[in-house]
């Protein structure tokens, strides 16, 4: 009988060790992401300023303070998106992202230079993803500022975009705020290449500050999928007036 109870309280603890390390495992696991959210403030606007865009402007300034914007990353991945509070109308966070020049969600991989645009579905477009190449030549400062308590490093660059098919464009000047604490090449928008991670990001007509840091104990939002359709981004717009055209 003895022998007996020691077997069974041999058993429980191997039971209660096995859980232990389970559980731990699987917190391992899904504490490697990390949650960067931004809120947006528009830029300087005088010089786009006119009677059409003056209301869309000042729309756009109240649409930031019910938005906010999320990079979530891994060693592996990010994903970019934004989130819009209950009391905003569509119409408004629809207007911001028009200025933040943003249309879906965005998704890059480590180890691939190119950047993954997922439409935001509608009527006529449903598992969109559009293919291209962010191309940014960073020059690096000795500049710096504190951001959420962390020293960052200026670094400034003309973006190009690779439509991915080869042919590039210039497009605008960006300044980014990198913390090499974070041992991240990520930032906004799939911004990045830097030796840290980007905490602010002045992109034209807009400016991403990181508010929060936080560890995620959730899957990570987006899988790359065979159902996907993903195309050049110089071929969305064709693709685009095609489906119209067929409705």
């Known amino acids: ?136 030549n960073w020059k690096l400062s000795s500049e710096k500022k504190i951001i959420l308590g962390y020293e960052c490093e200026r670094a400034d660059s003309m973006v190009y975009i690779d439509y991915g098919n080869g042919e590039s464009n210039g497009t605008y000047k960006i300044t980014a705020w990198y913390c090499k604490d974070f041992k991240s090449i990520f930032g906004p928008k799939g911004f990045g290449n830097l030796n840290g991670l980007i905490l602010e990001l002045n992109q034209n007509l807009v400016t991403y500050t990181a508010t929060n840091i936080e560890e995620s104990f959730e899957e990570f939002p987006f899988k790359m999928t065979p159902d996907l359709k993903i195309i050049d981004e110089k071929d969305f717009f064709i693709y685009f007036q095609k489906l119209r055209n067929k409705d």
Do not use: P, W
């Open 1 to 136: 009988m003895i022998k007996l109870k020691k077997n069974k309280s041999k058993n429980l603890i191997k039971i209660i060790v096995t859980c232990v390390f389970t559980f731990f495992s699987v917190s391992f696991l899904f504490s490697q992401n990390t949650k960067v959210t931004y809120r947006v403030t528009i830029n300087e606007y005088s010089n786009y300023s006119s009677t059409a865009t003056d209301d869309l402007f000042k729309a756009s300034e109240f649409a930031a303070n019910f938005t906010t914007f999320h990079l979530i990353y891994n060693n592996n991945e990010m994903f970019f998106f934004a989130k819009k509070m209950e009391n905003l109308s569509d119409e408004e966070f629809e207007n911001l992202l028009l200025i933040c020049d943003i249309n879906g969600s965005y998704y890059r991989q480590t180890k691939n230079d190119f950047l993954y645009r997922i439409v935001a579905e509608k009527n006529l477009i449903k598992n969109l993803t559009c293919k291209s190449k962010v191309i940014t």
